[in-house]
């Protein structure tokens, strides 16, 4: 089966060394097997950690379906462990890319721009995929079933590929299916089979503590309009059909009235209740730090990116794996940076769990 999907904004897949020198399957097939395990954890699903000492396994002594089953978490069913194999083959290819760039509206030698030039200093020069791009997908009806559920979520409320976070890996697919009945061919597989059981841990992302905001700002929006201009760290000159400019949304807004950026916002939301330290501790807790013992972000922020097939318009994802608490003031802060009326509307993990229980329509 051949699935066509189209990359809005640049797709990241890193090599041994991180980066970005071509399109590595290993990659994509590494950010869908954690979508799948943040799907199967939210509807109730043991997914294991598989870096962890405690990962599933086979010894190879099993002799039937069930005993295989009972040892393997449906994600390791799905994408293969010790002594299992992958359920499907995949290879994907991409014949358009781009050059790597991101942008700022701070000045060379201001924070922003300095950061972004030191941790990205290696992938300047380097192209990412973009735009069309194939999946060849081979495997029995089943689990080819499950992945195209599994597409089907990520396309909706998520990304494909590395560094999300830094707004890569927006894509679209035409024959998507609708998210609640993508949602709920997970759930009836789950319900099929009897696989291995575990206690999931509280900090291990899920649908449970998910949440996300889906924006479409208007052309004339005065921040869209002087991202335009924005200062770029990379070759060429800036995109039309995606601006890079994530990092300024989800770290720190450089320019007076546009908000101060979702990190500074929470930071400050959090010093009304606590210490400087404690506050500095909780907000890199959620937003990731590289300093001494590194911290994965748990709040994603795409580029602003065009869906020319359907309107003129910026568009702009944004998710978090914590309480909604977080994401209110996540929501309020986007309403300041963009100079929006109201907070957008936030749609959490329990809302599309309960949205989608019943029979696949």
């Given at each position: ?12 897949t ?70 299992w ?27 922003n ?25 081979n ?14 979520i990520?396309?909706?409320i ?28 997970i ?5 099929g ?75 400050s ?93």
């Amino acid at each position: 089966m051949e699935i066509k999907i189209k990359a809005l904004t640049p797709i990241w897949t890193g090599g041994v060394e991180g980066k970005p020198d071509r399109l590595h399957t290993t990659s994509i097939i590494g950010s869908m097997r954690w979508w799948y395990e943040v799907v199967v954890r939210g509807l109730g699903g043991y997914a294991c950690d598989p870096s962890s000492e405690k990962r599933c396994e086979l010894s190879g002594k099993e002799k039937t379906r069930e005993e295989r089953l009972a040892k393997l978490c449906p994600a390791c069913y799905l994408f293969g462990c010790g002594g299992w194999k992958r359920r499907f083959r995949l290879e994907v290819q991409s014949n358009t890319s781009v050059p790597f760039q991101l942008a700022t509206l701070e000045s060379k030698n201001k924070f922003n721009h300095w950061w972004l030039s030191q941790i990205f200093e290696d992938s300047r020069g380097t192209n990412l995929p973009f735009g069309e791009i194939s999946l060849s997908l081979n495997g029995d009806d089943d689990v080819i079933d499950q992945v195209k559920a599994l597409l089907s979520i990520m396309v909706n409320i998520g990304g494909i590929g590395a560094k999300t976070q830094y707004g890569y890996g927006q894509f679209d697919w035409d024959d998507k299916i609708e998210l609640k009945n993508a949602i709920n061919t997970i759930r009836q597989f789950l319900s099929g089979n009897i696989f291995k059981s575990g206690s999931n841990k509280d900090k291990w992302y899920s649908l449970t503590n998910f949440w996300y905001y889906k924006l479409s700002i208007t052309s004339d929006n005065g921040l869209v309009n002087k991202f335009k201009n924005a200062n770029l760290i990379g070759n060429g000159n800036m995109p039309s059909d995606y601006l890079p400019v994530s990092f300024d949304i989800r770290y720190k807004m450089p320019s007076s009235g546009d908000g101060t950026g979702l990190r500074s916002a929470y930071y400050s939301f959090c010093r009304h209740s606590m210490s400087k330290e404690d506050a500095k501790q909780k907000t890199r807790s959620l937003f990731g730090t590289l300093e001494n013992d590194k911290i994965g972000s748990r709040i994603f922020v795409s580029h602003l990116f065009r869906r020319r097939n359907i309107d003129n318009n910026h568009h702009l994802k944004v998710w978090g794996f914590t309480d909604d608490s977080v994401g209110k003031v996540v929501g309020d802060e986007l309403k300041n940076i963009f100079g929006l009326d109201k907070p957008p509307s936030i749609v959490t993990g329990k809302e599309l769990i309960n949205y989608s229980r019943g029979e696949v329509q």
